[in-house]
């Protein structure tokens, strides 16, 4: 069973307008996320995250939101750039079970048509 | 500085070979992970390392799996008698602090291929 989902395998969109990455988690124990990007034959780059005390970060052009009475968050890119064309992970994680450990989803590869 | 650190990137071996894949973490970083990721899949954990303790293993999918870190920074994951559905990117992740929520810092993987 998949407790963290990114239902879009992609998403495309034109240079300089909004990005929006979608992810669904069911575990309600998950109070820390981190949305991750990924180059090919890289490892995964911390983005930005949120904690379960809060509803929005923003970080320069990336903003998170979550709605956790959804169980859902959400990645902005404003203004999308063709750099940012990459696979793009959400991630949990519960501080209360012991073990740090990330659940991820399975990805969503973003292109950005210059 | 400089970031996480693997070897080989690159690895391939013939099913029934051993396998020993390295870590080295940001310096001075407490928390070690180490990740499988399939094709086309997100990363799924494997084990988590606090210092040289190793506080959870969970996500070895076989006894054939093992890792340690016995001073508290370089980690090595082996892969005994390797098979086929072993063949993955291998990721190993750390973090500064313990107790966390804090971010893990990912190096850039190995990917064992095996025949």
């Known amino acids: 069973d998949q407790q963290v989902k990114q239902n879009s395998p992609s998403l495309s969109v034109q240079e300089g307008r909004i990005s929006i990455l979608n992810c669904d988690y069911t575990?309600?124990?998950?109070?820390?996320f981190l949305w991750y990007k990924k180059y090919p034959a890289e490892g995964p780059t911390f983005l930005i995250s949120?904690?379960?005390?809060?509803d929005k970060n923003e970080d320069g052009r990336f903003t998170v939101f979550l709605n956790k009475s959804a169980k859902h968050l959400s990645l902005h890119i404003v203004p999308s750039q063709p750099g940012d064309s990459a696979v793009y992970f959400c991630?949990?994680?519960?501080?209360?079970?012991?073990?740090?450990?990330?659940?991820f989803g399975k990805g969503t590869k973003l292109t950005v048509n210059p | 500085g400089a970031g996480v650190s693997q070897s080989p990137r690159y690895k391939v071996a013939k099913r029934g070979q051993d396998v020993a894949l390295r870590c080295d973490p940001i310096s001075g970083h407490v928390s070690l992970f180490w990740y499988q990721q399939a094709l086309g899949q997100g990363p799924e954990f494997l084990t988590y390392?606090?210092?040289?303790?190793?506080?959870?293993k969970s996500g070895l999918p076989s006894d054939r799996f093992f890792a340690e870190r016995p001073e508290g920074s370089v980690s090595t994951l082996k892969i005994q008698r390797t098979q086929q559905e072993d063949s993955a990117v291998y990721l190993c992740?750390?973090?500064?602090?313990?107790?966390?929520?804090?971010?893990?810092?990912f190096g850039p993987g190995t990917r064992l291929t095996v025949l």
């Open positions: 575990n309600s124990m998950f109070d820390y």
């Open positions: 390392f606090q210092n040289e303790a190793q506080l959870d």
């Open positions: 991630a949990a994680s519960s501080t209360q079970g012991g073990s740090e450990k990330l659940v």
């Open positions: 949120i904690s379960s005390i809060k």
């Open positions: 992740a750390s973090s500064l602090l313990a107790g966390g929520p804090y971010t893990q810092y």
